[in-house]
Nanobody, 126 residues
Framework: QVQLVESGGGLVQAGGSLRLSCAASGRTFSSYAMGWFRQAPGKDREFVAAINEIGRITNYANAVKGRFTISRDNAKNTLTLQMNSLKTEDTAVYYC???????????????????WGQGTQVTVSS
């Protein structure tokens, strides 16, 4: 089992940057594929980015491709989402998620993930 705690959210102007972090508990972080999802008010939770358990493969939603970068440090049990060139439509609560695997794949569906953090609010003003 793994517990996830996000941090780094806040208020930023359009065009700015934020760096989200997700701290994972436990000694087997490298056995989990990880993902970032977001949920805007009145909308469903949606995929943002994913990374496989060893950090070699990543996947991004089209809406964030080229602006966001997902990375992980297995030695520090940390997942990161670097968000640049933020837009007002990026405003949402951002969640990190984990699924135990040794497949080497990335996962883009919510239903693939077993563990979720509590979320961190990102607000982008115009």
């Amino acid at each position: 089992q793994v517990q996830l705690v996000e941090s780094g959210g806040g208020l930023v102007q359009a065009g700015g940057s934020l760096r989200l972090s997700c701290a994972a508990s436990g000694r087997t972080f490298s056995s989990y594929a990880m993902g970032w999802f977001r949920q805007a008010p009145g909308k469903d939770r949606e995929f943002v980015a994913a990374i496989n358990e060893i950090g070699r493969i990543t996947n991004y939603a089209n809406a964030v491709k080229g602006r966001f970068t997902i990375s992980r440090d297995n030695a520090k049990n940390t997942l990161t989402l670097q968000m640049n060139s933020l837009k007002t439509e990026d405003t949402a609560v951002y969640y990190c998620a984990a699924t135990r695997t040794d497949s080497g794949r990335v996962y883009v569906r919510l239903s693939s993930y077993d563990y979720w953090g509590q979320g961190t609010q990102v607000t982008v003003s115009s």
